[in-house]
């Protein structure tokens, strides 16, 4: 289990020379990034129950999710098509450098993803969600092609902010720019994005120039120190758990949030700062990493529990 969870990170599988067609059809599912793209449909089911003050119908909450995941789905793919010569050494155990994905199923993949996503939304919500799911949809792409590599990865925070804006258009488009809500959730991805993918930058392969070890990508203009990564990664975290604290005495959503808040957010925070005292380790980065991945998950679902028990 504890190898299935790391694979849907993106932390690739055990290479071998031959596949069975299992392995092979595991290798797509690997490359959309499973954990985190059926973790986004939440962060948009959340702003739009609480845009509406009740869930959707089932149907519409059901299609709402499978347009978000794909559409996630897909963004991940495109992220593998481009990185597939930098994976062979980067991460030689993902779908396509392990040779279990080819890199046109891969694109192929892409392409069905995100035109699924965009018919579902442009025939089930309205044209400003719409907008918002293709403009991530374009922002996403850009970020793999060219945002990531010239600017650095702290262009992709705003872009998964996105994620909250379009749930809360789907049930309310016209208070998107009428209440404050929307915006603090839409702060609330930043920053745990910003946290997110600090402690992702550390844990890839890194450079040494001069006498520092720099991370292989930028992280806005300049590439850090692993160290620098990790206590970046650590002080967004912790901003976050206070955000998100704050997010629920403010609009209180009760005592069950601040429990499972409070304890998936101080998870993360430990092991984050012990990624901080030891920002060389791979193995407390990737669970830096994972915890911080879980901690949003925690957000995004105690959130919609509130929304069942207010609504029971």
Request: charged share 15%.
């Given at each position: 289990m504890k190898n299935l969870m790391r694979r849907w990170l993106g932390g690739g599988h055990d290479i071998k020379a031959r596949y069975s067609g299992k392995e092979k059809l595991g290798g797509l599912v690997d490359?959309?990034?499973?954990?985190?793209?059926?973790?986004?449909?939440?962060g948009a089911g959340a702003a739009a129950v609480l845009a509406g003050g009740r869930f959707p119908s089932v149907l519409q909450t059901l299609l709402g999710?499978?347009?978000?995941?794909?559409?996630?789905?897909?963004?991940?793919?495109?992220?593998?098509?481009?990185?597939?010569?930098?994976?062979?050494?980067?991460?030689?155990?993902?779908?396509?450098?392990?040779?279990?994905?080819?890199?046109?199923?891969?694109?192929?993949?892409?392409?069905?993803?995100?035109?699924?996503?965009?018919?579902?939304?442009?025939?089930?919500?309205?044209?400003?969600?719409?907008?918002?799911?293709?403009l991530t949809?374009?922002?996403?792409?850009?970020?793999?092609?060219?945002?990531?590599?010239?600017?650095?990865?702290?262009?992709?925070?705003p872009i998964n902010g996105l994620i909250y804006l379009g749930g809360w258009a789907a049930a309310s488009p016209d208070t998107l720019f009428q209440r404050w809500l929307p915006w603090v959730l839409f702060l609330l991805a930043v920053l745990w994005q910003t946290g997110h993918i600090m402690i992702y930058s550390a844990i890839h392969p890194s450079n040494r120039v001069g006498g520092k070890i720099l991370t292989e990508s930028r992280a806005f203009i300049y590439k850090t120190d692993l160290r620098e990564a990790a206590i970046i990664g650590f002080t967004f975290l912790v901003l976050t758990f206070f955000l998100s604290i704050s997010l629920?005495?403010?609009?209180?959503?009760?005592?069950?949030?601040?429990?499972?808040?409070?304890?998936?957010?101080?998870?993360?925070?430990?092991?984050?700062?012990?990624f901080v005292k030891d920002s060389g380790s791979k193995e407390k980065g990737f669970k830096a990493f994972s915890s911080a991945s879980d901690f949003m998950l925690v957000v995004r679902g105690a959130i919609l529990i509130t929304a069942l028990i207010n609504i029971f």
């Open positions: 490359l959309t990034r499973p954990r985190l793209a059926l973790m986004t449909p939440l999710f499978v347009a978000v995941a794909i559409a996630v789905a897909g963004i991940h793919g495109l992220n593998d098509y481009v990185d597939r010569e930098r994976d062979k050494t980067a991460w030689p155990g993902r779908p396509i450098p392990s040779g279990r994905v080819t890199s046109k199923d891969a694109l192929f993949l892409t392409i069905g993803c995100y035109f699924a996503s965009a018919a579902i939304t442009w025939f089930v919500f309205n044209p400003t969600c719409f907008a918002i799911l293709v949809i374009i922002l996403g792409s850009l970020y793999s092609i060219n945002l990531r590599k010239n600017i650095g990865y702290l262009t992709l925070p629920g005495v403010a609009i209180k959503l009760g005592l069950i949030y601040l429990f499972l808040v409070t304890g998936g957010g101080l998870l993360a925070i430990w092991n984050g700062w012990k």
